[in-house]
């Protein structure tokens, strides 16, 4: 049958870049991976539908490098000055860690709505006011044609408009060469939670051929 592998790990090396850069020994190593967890948790649920592309780590010996790429970094600069700061001084309770510093910057991304997490985020929006589930699909395929990808596939799985058996819907526009290695694709799963149940929304978009 059809083996499945996360489309972002089977290109790490070819079009996929690692999202967390640092060394550690094999006995450090699983305690530096829940530190990268909990900052990555930490930054979503104090920004929160904000549109965070991706967040990247790289850690030196006595620096924390965080880089969020955000769709609409307006939302988060110009409500509070001081929310970075606050946002950085949270992440250093979170990991308590004394002889770090934690220094975070936002990157703004060009076309939000090539990227998967964004997307995903607007149609779990939709989701919650229920919206009717193809047309959430269909209205992110549109934002997509926008900007220039080459094909989509979004996929939606749980208890679709309410029905009492789940089931799993997916819709695709263009091409998505998932076994190719040189295609670039981006991918995203997400988690909903709608007054029915939990919805999983899957997307995967073709950005270009190497």
């Known amino acids: 049958m059809g083996q499945k592998i996360n489309p972002l790990g089977f290109r790490l090396g070819t079009t996929q870049g690692h999202h967390s850069l640092w ?11 829940q530190e990268d967890q909990k900052i990555r948790n930490c930054i979503k649920n104090y920004v929160q539908k904000n549109g965070i592309s991706r967040i990247e780590i790289q850690k030196r010996i006595d620096v924390i490098q965080v880089i969020i790429y955000m769709g609409f ?10 929310k970075l700061e606050e946002l950085q001084r949270n ?6 860690c004394v002889n770090q510093k934690i220094n975070i910057t936002i990157t703004r991304i060009g076309n939000p709505y090539r990227h998967p997490n964004i997307l995903a985020e607007f149609i779990a929006e939709q989701l919650k006011n229920r919206v009717s589930f193809r ?19 979004i996929q939606i799985g749980g208890r679709l408009d309410g029905k009492e058996i789940a089931r799993v ?41 190497d």
């Open 23 to 33: 060394f550690a020994q094999p006995k450090n190593y699983s305690e530096g991976l």
């Open 73 to 82: 970094p307006k939302l988060l600069i110009e409500g509070k000055p001081k």
């Open 91 to 96: 992440i250093q309770k979170e990991l308590n």
């Open 135 to 153: 047309k959430a699909m269909k209205k992110a395929i549109e934002l997509t044609e926008q900007t220039d990808t080459k094909g989509i596939q």
């Open 169 to 209: 819907e997916w819709i695709r526009e263009g091409r998505v060469p998932l076994q190719t290695i040189r295609a670039k694709i981006d991918y995203c799963s997400y988690t909903v939670r709608t007054i029915y149940g939990v919805l999983g929304i899957k997307i995967w978009i073709f950005i270009d051929e």
